[in-house]
């Protein structure tokens, strides 16, 4: 679900869960609790305002941890390419389709990860075989074995680039055929589940803090200031969970340098 909508949805609820509280408060069975009474609720009530502050807050930073790991490798499949367009320009003129390739390459995935539905495409499409402009990871390491070094130097080199697309020379976390796929795997850290029981403790929380509080100005304006915490909280969780897609979607701007660079 859009996070906005799903945010919004939950605003409500807390609206009509606090509001149930308020008319409870007015019943017989509900209304005036004597202070031991009032002071045991609110304990409870602050145990649970805690752990769900503590599991929201556990959540945002794991949230965060995969959006800054999905920009790292972003950053790092950059510099990976630009390793290897360097090493391509020091093995001689034959490599230069490869390096073409290369800038294709990365040309073709600032457009998927712009689009997630262009993502899912691309990945459909790399699956049953259809690479397509550019060839893909797998194309280019094909020309690259396909090269036919004259000298050591350009054995080495050649090796060396096999290395950069496969092998285990690469800037953080796996290779630029690995980092290809590291988008489309990577973990999801908000179930569905998740999702729902800390709602229903919000609304549970909301409709104690109705049910304990006064009708005022003062404690409305408070209530309305912690929903909106709240539901903002539950917001950014929920788009820093899609770093390909939402309106926290991961810069490709360190991908655009490298095509600006590559092939010159």
């Not at 908000?190 to 709602?199: A, S």
């Not at 509080?213 to 820093?240: C, D, G, K, N, Q």
Request: glycine residues 8%; contains cysteine.
């Amino acid at each position: 679900m859009d996070p906005l909508l799903f945010s919004c949805l939950v605003l409500v609820g807390i609206v009509l869960a606090t509001a149930l509280g308020f008319r409870l408060h007015r019943v017989r069975l509900f209304a005036a609790p004597d202070e031991q009474s009032q002071s045991s609720m609110r304990i409870a009530l602050g145990l649970t305002s805690t752990l769900t502050a503590v599991v929201l807050g556990l959540v945002a930073a794991s949230a965060m941890n995969d959006y800054e790991r999905s920009n790292a490798m972003i950053s790092g499949l950059a510099i990976d390419a630009l390793t290897l367009d360097n090493i391509l320009v020091s093995y001689g003129p034959d490599a230069a389709p490869i390096r073409q390739q290369v800038r294709e390459g990365l040309q073709r995935r600032v457009e998927t990860i712009e689009s997630p539905d262009k993502y899912d495409a691309s990945d459909a499409r790399t699956m049953a075989g259809e690479r397509g402009a550019g060839g893909g990871v797998e194309s280019i390491y094909a020309s690259i074995v396909a090269l036919k070094p004259g000298t050591e130097l350009q054995e080495n080199l050649r090796n060396r680039a096999l290395d950069m697309v496969g092998g285990d020379v690469a800037f953080g976390e796996g290779n630029i055929a690995q980092k290809r796929w590291l988008f489309s795997v990577r973990p999801a850290t908000l179930p569905t589940v998740f999702l729902v029981v800390v709602v229903l403790w919000m609304l549970l929380e909301f409709f104690t803090f109705g049910l304990l509080s006064p009708r005022s100005p003062a404690v409305y304006i408070s209530i309305a200031a912690a929903a909106i915490v709240m539901t903002t909280a539950i917001f950014l969780i929920m788009e820093l969970d899609n770093p390909l897609g939402g309106h926290f979607q991961v810069s490709v701007e360190p991908l655009q340098r490298a095509i600006a660079l590559i092939g010159r």
